[in-house]
T-cell receptor, first 114, second 113 residues
Framework: AQTVTQSQPEMSVQEAETVTLSCTYD???????LFWYKQPPSRQMILVIR??????QNATENRFSVNFQKAAKSFSLKISDSQLGDAAMYFC???????????FGTGTRLQVTL | NAGVTQTPKFQVLKTGQSMTLQCAQD?????MSWYRQDPGMGLRLIHY???????DQGEVPNGYNVSRSTTEDFPLRLLSAAPSQTSVYFC????????????FGSGTRLTVV
């Protein structure tokens, strides 16, 4: 079974600084997708960024980028120029290529301080 | 474009009561899922469906039933509520075979007393 591990329950970053959230996963599949979701206090789950395993190039979305290390099964999220609105729970998630199920890590709570 | 609509947003139940959490999506997604979110445990899959008439169990199915009579709707039934079912519940939907992330509803906070 696939597993997703987020080893940092909480992280803190100062406004305008850069922070990296860690995620590792375990799978025997070769075709899969990885995601980072943001959950602000509103509770809404918001897709931040998506990575296709067959693409070597790391995905980027504005201030959000990933470091995808396929051999190491690592998928970290880097937030640049952190803003107060980035404060949220962040979940890493995995989906096998043709599967319907999404597997989540336990989440990292990010605090952004002035 | 409503996306995924969950009702109710909040609910308090007494132990032993039953209820149905409603979920509807208007994106013609074939895949739908129910998750529960508990502190320190992330989101865990309860039941999922790959199309109308097809459902299957996820990681934590005990105490819950689902059905999928239409593509749009995927209700979750609590048969006899227990305090251990106090949680936040999310419904989500996705297209099949595209690697898309799921689109989530806004969640239901359920308290069982």
């Amino acid at each position: 079974a696939q597993t997703v591990t987020q080893s940092q329950p909480e992280m803190s970053v100062q406004e305008a600084e850069t922070v990296t959230l860690s995620c590792t996963y375990d799978t025997s599949e070769s075709d899969y997708y990885l995601f980072w979701y943001k959950q602000p206090p509103s509770r809404q789950m918001i897709l931040v960024i998506r990575q296709e395993a067959y693409k070597q190039q790391n995905a980027t979305e504005n201030r959000f980028s990933v470091n995808f290390q396929k051999a190491a099964k690592s998928f970290s999220l880097k937030i640049s120029d952190s803003q107060l609105g980035d404060a949220a729970m962040y979940f890493c998630a995995y989906r096998a290529g043709t599967a319907s199920k999404l597997t989540f890590g336990t989440g990292t709570r990010l605090q952004v301080t002035l | 474009n409503a996306g995924v609509t969950q009702t109710p947003k909040f609910q308090v139940l007494k132990t032993g009561q039953s209820m149905t959490l409603q979920c509807a999506q208007d994106m013609n997604h074939e895949y739908m899922s129910w998750y529960r979110q508990d502190p320190g445990m992330g989101l865990r899959l309860i039941h999922y469906s790959v199309g109308a008439g097809i459902t299957d169990q996820g990681e934590v199915p005990n105490g819950y039933n689902v059905s999928r009579s239409t593509t749009e709707d995927f209700p979750l039934r609590l048969l006899s509520a227990a305090p251990s079912q106090t949680s936040v519940y999310f419904c989500a939907s996705s297209r099949p075979g595209t690697g898309d992330g799921y689109t989530f509803g806004s969640g239901t906070r359920l308290t069982v007393v």
